[in-house]
């Protein structure tokens, strides 16, 4: 069945008759399109961490009470990866960015030489997303600004994200539409902007997507 993936954000993730902590975030590949990991929210208000769910132990999501059942225990749980272990790719880039402009701020040139040229240089899977940081990101077709990300649709039978919600440019009514996340060609995470593979024509005559 297909649901938002904003609306997972929060729900308490159960094991047997057990609360092991809520979800934070879900990273997907952007090539598989599968949910490679669930972040989950550990801990409570004055100590919390974030650790990695693989997406082969997500198991049904009740709408009613907002539980993701899973199949790990609360033992289990508590010994996967921290989520810095496997890090989508704008985190690899804000890492790097980070260290970088702290290194300038120290830098002695010798003979007048130039601060070095930064390059980012992939640290970690090169396709692996956050829906979270996605979300508002600018959309554009052939150069032109055509709308924002308004949300992802999962799959939660599959754990797959075979569609993204577009709020359309106002000059494009506005409204939201559901498009095949195909169509997404370049992700610029520097920019927080998609590039789409199709036309402003297309975004604009797609029927609105009512949840």
Same mark, same amino acid.
């Given at each position: 069945?297909?649901? #938002?993936?904003?609306?997972?954000?929060?729900?308490?993730? $159960?094991? #047997?008759? #057990?609360? &092991?902590?809520?979800?934070?975030?879900?990273?997907?590949?952007? @090539?598989?399109?599968?949910?490679?990991?669930?972040?989950? *929210?550990?801990?409570?208000?004055?100590?919390?961490? @974030?650790?990695?769910?693989?997406?082969?132990?997500?198991?049904?999501?009740?709408?009613?009470? $907002?539980?993701?059942?899973i199949h790990q225990s609360g033992e289990e749980l508590g010994h996967d990866p921290s989520s810095d272990a496997d890090k989508p790719v704008h985190q690899q880039f804000q890492?790097?960015?980070? *260290?970088?402009?702290? /290194?300038?701020? $120290? /830098?002695?040139?010798?003979?007048?030489? +130039?601060?070095? @040229? /930064? *390059?980012?240089?992939?640290?970690?899977? #090169? $396709?692996?997303?956050?829906? %979270?940081?996605? &979300?508002?990101?600018?959309? @554009?077709?052939?150069?032109?600004?055509?709308?924002?990300?308004?949300?992802? &649709?999962?799959?939660?039978?599959? /754990?797959?994200? +075979?569609?993204? &919600?577009?709020? %359309?440019? +106002?000059?494009?009514?506005?409204?939201?539409?559901a498009f095949p996340i195909d169509h997404i060609q370049d992700y610029d995470w520097e920019n927080r902007t998609l590039t789409l593979s199709c036309d402003k024509t297309l975004?604009?005559?797609?029927? *609105?997507?009512?949840?």
């Amino acid at each position: 069945m297909l649901r #938002s993936a904003k609306s997972l954000f929060g729900y308490n993730l $159960h094991e #047997s008759d #057990s609360l &092991l902590g809520t979800v934070y975030d879900l990273y997907f590949d952007d @090539k598989r399109r599968n949910v490679r990991h669930v972040v989950a *929210e550990l801990g409570n208000i004055f100590r919390k961490r @974030k650790v990695l769910i693989a997406g082969n132990l997500l198991g049904m999501v009740d709408p009613v009470t $907002h539980m993701l059942f899973i199949h790990q225990s609360g033992e289990e749980l508590g010994h996967d990866p921290s989520s810095d272990a496997d890090k989508p790719v704008h985190q690899q880039f804000q890492d790097q960015a980070k *260290e970088y402009y702290q /290194w300038v701020a $120290h /830098w002695t040139p010798f003979s007048g030489a +130039p601060i070095p @040229k /930064w *390059e980012f240089v992939f640290t970690g899977d #090169s $396709h692996l997303r956050s829906v %979270r940081h996605l &979300l508002g990101y600018t959309l @554009k077709a052939h150069g032109e600004t055509v709308g924002e990300v308004e949300d992802f &649709l999962v799959d939660t039978d599959q /754990w797959i994200l +075979p569609h993204f &919600l577009v709020r %359309r440019a +106002p000059a494009l009514g506005g409204k939201v539409a559901a498009f095949p996340i195909d169509h997404i060609q370049d992700y610029d995470w520097e920019n927080r902007t998609l590039t789409l593979s199709c036309d402003k024509t297309l975004i604009a005559d797609a029927p *609105e997507y009512i949840a």
